[in-house]
């Protein structure tokens, strides 16, 4: 079975731009969580959809967006890009409160 | 706010040489603490989900255990291929969403 699958895997933006990531997720999982991780940290939390709706944000701008579609997939939207939205976008997708969450390779945003 | 602590920031060993890597949180009911393995450029890995205080789990030469403060992984004469950012997560007990908050990891290096 595939897993968690993302694009593009690395893209160069200019400051102002707007980016969309896609992020399909592993066949029946439902739920779809966006992180952001800084070179050097921890991941950190967006967003997290399930059954197409928003159930959790953490805290960034409202440049950052996201929805899901009726397949489950996911986008994330960051508009007005700024130099330091640059580093790795992960996607992770699970099944409905089960406790394995399975990330992807992620999407490499460099902002210059 | 959930917090998580990964101690140390970084640890060389030489093959062969047990070591613990260690991770305190905090965090209002806990639903599960997840350890991950992260390569250079790539997503994490998930490795193991602990729920509940005593419990140890097991994958080749990794152990994990949980106290209701703090978690180890337990590596038993690692390899050069375990070289690796371990990256330790938890899930609090609020089922309405799955936001992961993570430590920044131990970078783990294993010289032959």
């Known amino acids: 079975d595939a897993g968690v699958t993302q694009s593009p895997t690395h893209l160069i933006k200019t400051r102002g731009q707007h980016v969309t990531l896609r992020c399909s997720p592993i066949s029946g999982h439902k739920s779809v969580s966006w992180y952001q991780q800084v070179l050097g940290q921890g991941p950190q939390f967006i967003f997290q959809y399930y059954e197409k709706e928003e159930r959790g944000r953490g805290n960034f701008p409202d440049r950052f967006s996201a929805r899901q579609f009726p397949n489950y997939s996911s986008e994330l939207n960051v508009n007005a890009l700024l130099l330091g939205d640059s580093a790795l976008y992960l996607c992770?997708?699970?099944?409905?409160?089960?406790?394995?969450?399975?990330f992807g390779e992620g999407s490499w945003l460099t902002v210059v | 706010e959930d917090q998580v602590t990964q101690s140390p920031e970084a640890l060389r060993l030489q093959e062969g040489e047990s070591s613990s890597l260690n991770c305190s949180y905090t965090?209002?009911?806990?639903?599960?603490l997840f350890w991950y393995r992260q390569d250079p450029g790539k997503g994490p890995e998930f490795l193991f989900t602990l729920y509940s205080a005593g419990e140890e789990k097991e994958k080749e030469r990794l152990k994990a255990t949980l106290t209701k403060k703090e978690s180890f992984l337990h590596i038993t004469a690692p390899k050069p291929e375990d070289s690796a950012t371990y990256l330790c997560a938890v899930l609090p007990a609020n089922f309405g969403n799955e936001k992961l908050t993570f430590g920044t990891g131990t970078r783990l290096t294993i010289i032959p």
């Open positions: 965090v209002s009911g806990l639903r599960g």
């Open positions: 992770a997708s699970s099944l409905a409160r089960e406790n394995t969450i399975y």
